[in-house]
């Protein structure tokens, strides 16, 4: 019978319409009121269409959600650096920015003119940004993140769009908020809360200090036992101050001998 | 019936290949650069070569035609040809070089007519033109634009520099705008015939001419009324387009007599934007392409650029897990995609929004899946070179950090296992009796838009449209790809080649595609904590070749040519990068299987073709 099918199908918009209502009636209209029943709503074994009233409830986005980047810094009440940048300014970000919508300055000490790892300036033109996420992804500091925050609408593009360090900056118990699990991950690869250069030098100096206490015990007791370990972190700090300063005296070099081979090319 | 077939359709490849070599001596060499395959054929005996290869080698689906400017390299511009066998089997790949000055290379139109939109694309963005094509003009550029943008030596607008990284963004990165400092500016430059004071547009003659206007009306006088033909334009906003897209449209009446479809609004050249960028930049690039599929996009282009890599020396393939996930994601994308196309048809077709919105509550969960796994609903850009962004999370759950943020949080795999073995069965049985035994939907699309078997192979169609003919021809199947070969599924095909087959066809694959999701789950549980992250970094060490890397996404097929050239720093970007781009291919079976039927039915033809803008575009 012709119309057969029409009605079959306008049968099944009845179930759908009626299911929507079925489980209005069985959490008596919890379902929209309270948290607990959201997971529910949203669930697939969930029956019946359900709409999420924006803005009056939003969904919290998962963990990986990547939207407009933002810079980690540490802590502002961070007991020995707060405030201070993870980023070290190293150029990787805005290589592998597909849009090329990062400008970095590198900073550089005011005294020798030589490169610090710590930008001077840092901008984001948001408008350009695609939001791929390579630039936290191939970070090796952890120091570029994928933001939460996606009401970044504003009225005018050219004085509000292009964020500069100021703006891009949080902290690193922000990252820890809206990350948690991919925020302890990390946290592992790199051995411990603080940034990987920390990591290095703590790791350093607690070898240093093992190494004295090794000399130490290896020593045979005599009567002036506290001053030799003493005498020996001190020696090691020399040797670290030394290496350092070597390492400083090659690169002068180097940077010199740079410097020298681009005026010959100029002349 | 027996159809003599000819001995030589049987032969493998190199065989085939031999045998071509040896019938044409002096016009069929073998390409020996470094990397590349496939032969390369004299243009002055190009359509008898490919006359040859069709008919009696059997190589009767030619799947792509692109062209490649060697500029700087060997000066030289190549046509380069994918013929298959719709039996299945690998590409035969045949080249036709021209130089850059004066390009012409014969058109092969008569041998596989779908070549029609990809010679119109390779005159437009190459310049080179092919003598035989009835229609050469430009296709994705406006008439009256001046130059051929793919050429290396074109510059685009707000040109900066040939390669990205650009130097200006470190170490000293000041801010600028590209508008404020750039010398190339918008870039529009005019022919220098043009005397701009008298300037008029002609471009729309162009798209005229030719349509049969204008007739004796004596010509067309049937029942006594005399009239001649009327030009409708429907688009480029017309909403049943579901974009910018434009068909001109000849009636009689009523009826169809000629529609010729004209794209190219949503154009931002894309490949010149690719050979632009390195190797690693277009994978978020490729979401951009059918944004309905990202991840069947990026698994393509992964794909080919993998394919150049395994020629090199240091580089591990992807593990088991990688490739289980890739299939994961790329038969997700398919439910996605046909949940979305099928919601739409039958919004063309009148049933207004409400099955289009069940299918969205379905379409809705897989996106929040895909969020939850790769930090994106639609922009993916999930897949890397030898793996993937990262593992699926064991828990698919967000923190509230906004006013009024809702928390949900389930356990992905429970998640995933409700949602292949419960739901979706439970709404591909409902969406099929709610829409397939409806009356008007049946008369509305039984007998319509028929694409016979014969011409969805010539013109190159694929994906359902081409299965929807009758042609059991599938990726997955034919040149298997990742850990399909393992996997049980079949592939449907319709029988009429009409919009209800190619409706069927879908609904058909998305319950294929629950099938080999259910076979994937125990895969994923068995690989659990195999390592997925790639060991290829942010600048892989391309080696020099070329790569044809093609899956099939569920508009069709969807081919990535890459060619890795050295320039002085080796190839740190692909010096052609193609998209064989399956909305833009089988809108060349448009203008046949409108022809003849009525106004209203364009717009559920089109449908039925399902075709992305972002795509046809590009």
Known sequence: MYGQGIAKGLWITFKHFVNTYVDDIRYAGRKYMDQAHFPVRQSPKAQGAFTVQYPDEKIAVPERFRFVPFLVVEDYDHPERPGHDWCTSCGICPKVCPPQCIWIVRGQDPVTGRPVPEPEAFFIDIDLCMNCGYCAEFCPFDAIKMDHDYELASYDRTTNHIFDKDKLSKEMRYWKTIAPTRAVEEMEARGGWDHKDVQKEKAKAARAVAQARKTEAEKPADGDGNAAPAAQAASADADAEKAKAERLAKREAALARKRAREAGEQG | ?618
């Open chain 2, 1 to 618: 019936m027996a159809i003599a077939v000819p001995q030589t359709t049987k032969l493998n490849l190199s065989e085939t290949l031999d045998w071509l070599k040896q019938r044409y001596p002096d016009a069929v060499k073998d390409d020996e650069r470094q990397g590349f395959s496939g032969v390369i054929v004299d243009k002055n005996r190009l359509r008898e070569v490919a006359q040859v290869i069709r008919d009696e080698l059997g190589f009767d689906y030619l799947s792509s035609a692109t062209a490649v400017d060697y500029f700087g390299i060997s000066n030289h511009m190549e046509m380069v040809y994918h013929a298959y066998r719709t039996s299945g089997g690998p590409a035969l790949v045949f080249k036709a070089q021209t130089d850059r000055e004066n390009a012409e290379i014969p058109s092969l139109i008569d041998v596989w007519p779908g070549v029609d939109f990809q010679e119109r694309e390779a005159y437009d963005l190459y310049g080179i033109r092919f003598p035989g094509h009835p229609n050469l003009k430009r296709i994705l550029m406006w008439d009256g634009f001046n130059g051929h943008p793919m050429r290396k030596d074109w510059k685009e607008a707000y040109y900066e520099e040939e390669h990205k990284p650009f130097d200006s963004r470190w170490p000293s990165g000041w801010v600028h705008r590209a508008e404020e400092r750039n010398i190339y500016g918008k870039n529009v430059r005019y022919p220098d015939d043009i005397d701009l004071s008298r300037l008029s547009d002609t471009s729309e003659a162009t798209l005229y001419a030719g349509l049969g206007l204008g007739v004796d009306v004596h010509e067309l006088d049937t029942d006594g009324i005399r009239t001649d033909r009327l030009v409708v334009n429907m688009g480029p906003h017309h909403p049943s387009t579901h974009g910018v897209f434009r068909m001109i449209v000849t009636l009689n009446g009523e009826t169809i007599e000629t529609l010729e479809p004209v794209m190219g609004y949503l154009h931002r050249n894309h490949e010149k934007i690719g050979e632009r960028n390195s190797f690693l930049h277009n994978i978020p690039f490729t979401d951009r392409l059918d944004y309905l599929s990202s991840m069947g996009n990026n698994f393509g282009y992964v794909l080919a650029v993998e394919k150049l890599l395994a020629q090199g020396a240091r580089y591990t393939p992807p593990t088991y897990r990688v490739e289980v996930i890739r299939v994961l994601m790329a038969e997700l994308t398919r439910i996605v995609n046909h949940l979305w196309s099928l919601g739409f048809l039958l919004n063309d077709l009148g049933a207004f929004f409400t099955p289009m919105l069940y299918a969205n509550n379905e379409r809705e969960k897989i996106l929040d899946f895909f969020e939850a796994v790769a930090g994106s609903r639609l922009m993916c850009n999930y897949m890397r070179f030898g793996g993937v962004f990262a593992d699926i999370p064991e828990r698919m759950y967000g923190v509230a950090h906004l006013i009024n943020d809702r928390v949900r949080d389930f356990d992905t795999m429970e998640y995933l296992t409700d949602m292949i073995t419960e739901r979706l069965p439970r709404f591909f049985d409902e969406f099929e009796r709610l829409l397939v035994g409806n009356e008007i939907l049946r008369d509305r699309t039984i007998g319509v838009g028929v694409l016979p078997y014969d011409l969805a192979i010539a013109l190159s169609t694929c994906g359902p449209l081409l299965r929807g003919s009758g042609v059991p021809y599938d990726v997955r199947r034919a040149e298997p790809y990742s850990i399909y070969p393992e996997l049980d599924f079949d592939i449907p095909v319709g029988k009429n080649g009409d919009i209800y087959d190619r409706f069927m066809v879908r609904i058909q694959e998305m319950r294929e595609s629950v099938r080999i999701l259910k076979q994937l789950l125990p895969r994923l549980e068995a690989t659990k904590g195999e390592d997925v992250v790639t060991k290829v970094g942010h600048t892989p060490r391309v080696p020099i070749g070329e790569a044809y890397g093609r899956v099939e996404n569920p508009k069709g097929e969807l081919g990535f040519y890459v060619v890795s050239e050295g320039d002085e720093k080796g190839p740190q970007n692909p010096w052609r990068y193609h998209v064989r781009a399956p909305s833009f291919i089988n809108l060349t079976a448009l203008g046949p299987m409108c022809v003849g039927h009525k106004v209203a039915d364009v717009v559920t033809i089109l449908g039925s073709i399902d075709i992305v803008l972002g795509e046809t575009d590009r």
